[in-house]
């Protein structure tokens, strides 16, 4: 007998044994034990599932937080104006809590805005900076306390304004690495502000750390430590009677947003952040191509990592780390940024460049040089219709920025999905003079993109 027959005879002989086994009082005994427990298991699985659901969201994202409610809106409307019951001017939510959010620099020379210039109703915060972080606390000159002060006395006329001081900023790492090693040198900083903030009625403090563990160095605890600084701040103000605000300025590609911030603990210390939602594209030497400021979605061309730089990408990925949607405050710019093209008839995105452009200054542009570029060469912006923003070019010079209409659309984005509020980088680089004549038929006003944000952010809804 060959293998194959053993194996074949013994499966014969199983089969004779199985047989067996199964004769008609086995099978029935089997089927009343077994067909009860495959019901109640289908039954429980479903009932889990569902409660699952139910606690946990498949992601913040998935889940239509504003469309359940506006066609609960939509549906009381309509009924109650079969009733006659409601004007249609009761019907629709106000909502007119948006943050509008300004930074204002202290003035350079007498040819910048001057604090007593700024408009007290534009703004629901204005943001003073920047302000240094020093061994004994916050430091400020003179020059920077009395415009602060200045800022500050706009409150005189409208009692609804709040103002922050903003400590840090871009290009250095304005003393926080020093500071927020110890516990001992946090709470210098924290009183030192609690100080300044009850001195001269100041509403908060704004920190801008760019960035906390950006590029660990002797302190590889720095995401750590920054958020201990975030709630030693949380429970100093607990204590306090009078309560001034803590909010962060925050960074918008993945990366940082990875590597510097727990997101969590963000926001459950603060009050709110504002997302640096700009300077996606700029000229350096490694990236030596054109490119938007602050686009609202990908253009075309993005693809993989590149259409993640974005503003609607930022935004719900800061929420799929963790940040509640009303923390949110999304920073647009007033200002551009300038390339000076290498081959004048490639002059689209991502076409080659191999420097700034000669507007503005060191590659930034403010809004007002942007107007008058566009006016004296006759030019009309090209609007990219994908990303929501407008570039313009004529000869080598290249300049990416925003005006009132690529605004309009941001603001709605951040109207619509019920982030925070906007924040603006910033008063100074908006057209505060009101010089800016985009259509001669228009009169024009000061702070005119700032003020159409806040048009958009102040309107009724209107989609019904
Ligand atoms: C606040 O005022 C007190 C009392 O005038 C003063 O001692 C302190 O230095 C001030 N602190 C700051 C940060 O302005
Ligand atoms: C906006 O972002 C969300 C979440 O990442 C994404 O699902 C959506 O497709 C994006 N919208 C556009 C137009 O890119």
């Not at 004296?376 to 920025?401: H, L, R």
């Not at 702070?447 to 159409?452: D, E, G, W």
């Amino acid at each position: 007998m060959t293998d194959v027959y053993s194996g074949h005879s013994q499966f014969v002989l199983l089969g004779n044994n199985r047989r067996r086994w199964f004769d008609g009082r086995t099978l029935f005994i089997i089927t009343v034990i077994t067909v009860p427990v495959i019901i109640f298991c289908g039954i429980y699985t479903v009932i889990l599932k569902t409660n699952e659901t139910l606690l946990y969201p498949q992601s913040h994202i998935e889940v239509p937080v504003q469309a359940p409610h506006r066609a609960k809106i939509y549906s009381t409307r309509l009924r109650n104006l079969d009733k006659g019951l409601l004007s249609i001017e009761d019907d629709v939510p106000k909502i007119t809590d948006f943050k509008l959010v300004c930074y204002y620099n202290f003035p350079g020379g007498s040819g910048s805005l001057q604090p007593e210039k700024i408009d007290p109703f534009l703004c629901t915060h204005i943001n003073v900076g920047f302000a240094r972080v020093g061994p004994n606390g916050v430091e400020l000159t003179q020059d920077q306390l009395r415009a602060l002060q200045t800022v500050v006395g706009l409150k005189q006329v409208n009692g609804n304004l709040k103002v922050l001081v903003s400590v840090g900023g871009a290009g250095n790492d304005g003393g926080f690495n020093v500071m927020v090693l110890s516990h001992a040198s946090r709470k210098v900083f924290i009183r030192s502000v609690a100080e300044l903030v009850r001195n001269h009625s100041i509403d908060g403090v704004d920190l801008d750390w760019e960035f906390p563990n950006e590029t660990p160095g002797r302190d590889k605890k720095q995401k750590v430590h920054f958020v201990q600084l975030l709630e030693e701040f949380r429970m100093t103000i607990n204590k306090y009677k009078e309560k001034f605000l803590v909010t962060v300025a925050v960074a918008a590609p993945i990366v940082l947003v990875d590597n510097c911030y727990d997101v969590p603990y963000l926001n459950e210390f603060v009050d709110f952040v504002n997302v640096m939602a700009y300077d996606y594209h700029f000229y350096t030497k490694l990236t030596p191509f054109t490119g938007l400021n602050s686009p609202l979605y990908p253009s075309i061309e993005d693809k993989g990592y590149l259409s993640t730089l974005n503003i609607n990408f930022t935004a719900f990925y800061w929420v799929s780390k963790g940040m509640a949607r009303e923390k949110l405050v999304i920073g647009l710019p007033t200002y551009g940024h300038t390339f000076r093209l290498t081959n004048i008839h490639n002059s689209g995105l991502y076409a080659p460049a191999r420097g700034y452009g000669k507007l503005g200054s060191g590659g930034f542009v403010d809004y007002s040089q942007v107007c008058s570029f566009l006016n004296m060469n006759q030019i009309s912006p090209i609007f990219d219709m994908d990303a929501k923003s407008p570039y313009a070019t004529k000869g080598t010079e290249w300049v990416a920025f925003d005006n009132e209409q690529s605004l309009s659309f941001k603001a709605e984005f951040v109207r619509d999905n019920q982030f925070g509020g906007v924040m603006v980088y910033s008063l100074n680089a908006d057209d505060y003079l009101g010089v800016c004549k985009v259509d001669s038929n228009v009169q024009s006003r000061q702070f005119p993109l700032i003020n159409k944000v806040k048009e958009i952010l102040d309107r009724n809804y209107s989609i019904f």
